[in-house]
Structure formats: structure tokens, C-alpha cells
């Protein structure tokens, strides 16, 4: 299953497989992510979701295949030149990520000054900018710990921008919040989509998320260890395949 061509396409995985301590987890995985829109990678616990992110942000290689960023090769690329594109990523990862000995304007300032070169001066502006992009003005002396849950989600993205990627990961950024936060964080990543321009890829198994935020959706299936539907979210609620539909219709029966 393959997605048709797009000249609009950002992200192109072609012919991936995944393993995890020898054992086989994806293989075959083709699909492209157009640029500015919201690409969902969904399936249930142990297919493998998280694992593709990590291959597609460049922390961990392929058993076969490739992953390019509007058309360059990542896995082929020398080690330079994949460091080179993995700064232009950005990676919400679940527990926010922060370095709980920093405040939040010295998480978000550390990028700027080790991968842009600006003085911690400068940066520091530019980390007072990016959260106060998230709501989190007011609050860029505090630690994590002195801050929600949900605040510390918005903290971790806040840092994630801090280079202007081109392309923005989230890992299951729903993971512990209540109903509400996570409905403030969907509005957010749509917000930044929207005046930015960013492409999103999102991980994650919660149907509000899907529905609200994804343009295309890939479903990982972990018994055949592969990808058995890809499309528009509200077009797989009738998917063919019987797991895929039961998948995308949890709680609406």
C-alpha cells in the first residue's frame, strides 16, 4: 500500500522495515506527508508507533529503506549532512523532555546558543517569544516542577521551535493530561500549524486528536507488522479492514 505521489510532499518514507532487538516490528512502510498539513501515525499499544518516529527523526536506522525530507535521503546522507537535517526537526516527546535543574526560558534558550550561535542574551529573547507563543508568558523563570502537567507539555513544544523546524514530531502528546488540557494542546498544534505553516507528524491512539487534528492517518497493525490503511481520518471509520474499524470507532458505537 503506497501513497500516491504529491509534489507538495515534505516527508517521504519508502519501503521501511523496523526491527527492535532482532525482532522484526514494520516492514514495508510507504507513505508521504505533505508539507503543512497533519500526518497521524495511529495503532494500537506495541505496533510499533513510537519506534517509526524515532527512524524518521534520525535517532535510529533502518533495517531496510529510507526516510527523505523533501528529497533528501536521511539514512543514505553522510553523518554531517543527517546531523545537518535533523536540525531542522523539532520532537515533543510524552514526559515534556525538560531539564528539571533549568527553567523554562533556559530549556528553550540551550538549542539556540548550542546550534544557532547566539549569545545567551539573544536567546534568552527568542526563548521568551516561543513561549509566550504557548500561552506561557509569565512564567519563563519556573522550573518544571513548579509548573502542571499540561504546562510542561506546552514547555517541551515551546522548546521544540526553538529552531524553527520544518517539521514538528509530537510522541503521544495527550499521554497524561485530563480531557480538557488535551483539548487546549489540540487547539495549540493547530494554532501553530495554522500561522506558521509547520508540518506536523503526530503519534498517538486518541480518537479526539485524530478526528481534530489529521489531514491522513497511517494505521500500524503489529500482528501483520505492517501498514493496512492510510487516508483521510473520518474516510477510515469505514475501512475495509475490520480492525481498522473498530480501531477508529472505540466508544462512538
Not at 80 to 94: A, C, F, I, N
Not at 120 to 149: M, N, T, W
Amino acid at each position: 500500500m503506497t501513497a500516491p505521489a504529491s509534489p507538495s510532499a515534505h516527508v517521504e518514507v519508502r519501503n521501511l522495515s523496523i526491527t527492535y532487538g532482532g525482532r522484526l516490528i514494520q516492514q514495508d512502510l510507504t507513505f508521504t506527508v505533505g508539507r503543512g498539513e497533519v500526518f497521524v501515525i495511529m495503532g494500537d499499544s506495541g505496533c510499533g508507533k513510537s519506534l517509526l518516529m524515532r527512524h524518521m527523526i534520525g535517532l535510529d536506522p533502518p533495517a531496510a529503506g529510507e526516510v527523505l525530507y523533501g528529497g533528501e535521503p536521511l539514512w543514505a546522507a553522510g553523518e554531517e549532512q543527517r546531523e545537518q537535517l535533523k536540525l531542522r526537526l523539532g520532537v515533543l516527546y510524552q514526559n515534556g523532555a525538560l531539564f528539571s535543574s533549568m527553567t523554562l526560558e533556559e530549556n528553550v534558550s540551550l538549542a539556540l546558543v548550542m546550534h544557532a550561535g547566539l549569545t545567551p542574551a539573544a536567546a534568552g529573547d527568542v526563548a521568551r517569544l516561543k513561549l509566550a507563543l504557548v500561552g506561557l508568558s509569565g512564567f519563563e523563570g519556573h522550573y518544571p516542577s513548579e509548573i502542571s502537567g499540561g504546562m510542561r507539555k506546552r514547555a517541551g513544544l515551546a522548546r521544540a521551535m526553538a529552531l524553527d523546524p520544518e517539521v514538528l514530531y509530537f510522541d503521544e502528546p495527550s499521554a497524561g493530561l485530563d480531557p480538557l488540557s488535551s483539548k487546549r494542546l489540540d487547539e495549540l498544534i493547530l494554532e501553530l500549524r495554522d500561522s506558521v505553516g509547520t508540518t506536523i507528524v503526530l503519534v498517538t491512539h486518541q480518537l479526539p486528536s485524530i478526528f481534530e487534528l489529521g489531514d491522513h492517518a497511517v494505521f500500524l497493525d503489529a500482528d501483520q507488522k505492517t501498514m493496512t490503511a492510510l487516508g483521510r481520518p473520518e474516510e477510515l471509520k469505514d475501512s475495509p479492514d475490520p480492525k481498522v474499524r473498530a480501531f477508529m470507532s472505540r466508544g462512538r458505537q
